[in-house]
DNA sequence: TCTGGGGTCCTAGGACCC
DNA sequence: TCTGGGGTCCTAGGACCC
């Protein structure tokens, strides 16, 4: 198994496109008082910079840190080239994210290329054709290719930068002598809450998981958590490399930099998350039978709500129904941080058996159950008006059309006969 | 006024079907 | 005059990954 890993992707290819930040402390992420670092690069990660970090915290760790908005687009460019090169060494790999892949190399071994001769040709190939680093990491299975490519990597050691091996391989005969100094917070699915809970139990390393039997461990982590648990400790990994997995779910999350106030706020920007979702779930020529509206209050307690249609749906209106019906139906008792709708269930566009519209105006918390209305005549001028918008902004760009509420989102210009006027986000022209 | 946004998977309870 | 067990689907919440 091969695991490969760009090196600070996000941070890395901003600094590809604008070379002057080249050297500087570089991150991606939200700047604001509520944002978070996505990707740091190595220069700011000597001050201890890292991802996941609050912004305010790195910015205080490193006051001429650069942070940067992140352009998602632009990333996708890259990591596709990405992929392209992973699927001239097999065709059996799985992404894990915009940077990271799993490759299966068993298929190659018959055709007698050396796991060290692909890692080295793969990384030389990132590093020439896309000006990237890259760290590699080979083992017997998931498990071990992953810790590999961790340790492959460049590492910070006392504020300066100290160069990684690049290929690390996880032999055989290794294999125990490296789950021995493992903490278990090192492995797959161990977070700061099960990580916690092992602690409690006397589990800090993973030498200590294989003292334990797979039931007891059970009865504290749950089932499955339990069993790969068991299985890590003595180095087996049967999870194999899925090549095209299917998107189960798609939706838009927004922490606002100030908490809303009032279901009617919330509802505002419900529109918003609904027309992001829509136009998510109509690019992939999909329709979605379950909505999941999620509100994080101030004191970041979270609640959610979720209703399963018995049909699909794709069109802002409808979905933006649904969504306010749930909000609705919860209680806002506090200010809200954010607001978050999940849409799942999926059902290919052809095999859905009806496409409704909702009459909005009838939509209360009364009625949640009765939200869907049939409209016929209304559904054919929303699927025309939908599909003129659709390639509209396929022609001219995301911002040259949008409903009101939209334009909060991206901004947008307004062209009359006297001239023009752009307006950005969060103004109202 | 320290913690994002894109996702996946797991768990537990309840309703329902046979 | 009482009620099992297998299975699916839905809902709410939580943990984790990048």
């Excluded at 890590?232 to 606002?256: I, N, P």
């Excluded at 749906?313 to 749930?326: P, S």
Aim: charged content about 25%; glycine content about 8%; hydrophobic content about 45%.
């Amino acid at each position: 198994m091969l695991h490969v890993d760009l090196d600070a992707f996000f941070a890395s290819v901003e600094i590809l496109d604008d070379p002057s930040l080249a050297g500087k402390p570089v991150c991606v992420g939200g700047a604001g008082a509520r944002g978070v670092i996505a990707s740091a690069s190595y220069e700011a990660r000597r001050y201890g910079v890292h991802s996941a970090m609050p912004s305010v915290i790195a910015l205080r760790m490193c006051p001429d840190l650069i942070i940067l908005p992140g352009r998602f687009e632009r990333y996708e460019v890259y990591s596709r080239r990405f992929h392209d090169i992973i699927n001239d060494l097999t065709p059996n790999y799985e992404p894990l994210g915009l940077d990271e892949a799993f490759c299966d190399l068993r298929s190659l071994r018959r055709l007698s290329v050396a796991p060290l001769e692909a890692a080295a040709r793969l990384r030389g190939r990132i590093g020439d054709e896309l000006g990237l680093l890259s760290g590699v990491g080979l083992g017997r299975n998931k498990l071990f290719a992953k810790l590999a490519s961790k340790r492959s990597k460049p590492r910070v050691v006392n504020g300066g930068l100290v160069e990684g091996p690049g290929v690390v391989w996880v032999s055989r005969d290794l294999e125990s002598a490296w789950l021995e100094e493992l903490p278990v917070r090192a492995l797959w699915g161990v977070g700061p809450a099960t990580a916690a809970k092992l602690e409690k139990l006397g589990l800090r390393y993973v030498r200590d998981l294989a003292l334990v039997d797979e039931s007891t461990l059970a009865h504290h982590v749950g089932p499955a958590m339990a069993a790969s648990l068991s299985a890590y400790a003595k180095g087996e990994d049967f999870r194999e490399v899925v090549a095209q997995r299917e998107v189960k779910s798609v939706g838009h999350d927004q922490t606002f930099a100030r908490s809303l106030e009032g279901v009617d706020a919330v509802l505002e920007a419900m529109k918003v998350h609904a027309a992001v979702v829509a136009r998510a779930l109509r690019g992939q020529s999909r329709v979605a039978r379950t909505f999941t509206v999620i509100v994080r209050f101030d004191d970041r307690t979270s609640v959610s709500r979720s209703q399963t249609l018995a049909f699909g749906l794709d069109d802002e209106v409808g979905i933006a129904a649904i969504a306010g019906a749930l909000v609705q139906s919860m209680e806002l008792h506090n200010l809200v941080r954010l607001l978050a709708l999940h849409a799942s269930s999926f059902l290919e566009r052809s095999r859905n058996a009806m496409q409704l519209t909702f009459a909005i105006d009838t939509v209360t918390p009364d009625t949640r159950n009765r939200a869907v209305e049939v409209g016929r005549d209304r559904q054919v001028g929303h699927e025309a008006l939908r599909d003129a918008v659709d390639e509209i902004r396929r022609r001219f760009g995301r911002t040259s059309v949008g409903t009101a509420s939209e334009l909060r989102e991206d901004g947008v210009t307004i062209v009359t006969q006297r001239g023009s006027h752009a307006f950005g986000p969060e103004q109202t022209p």
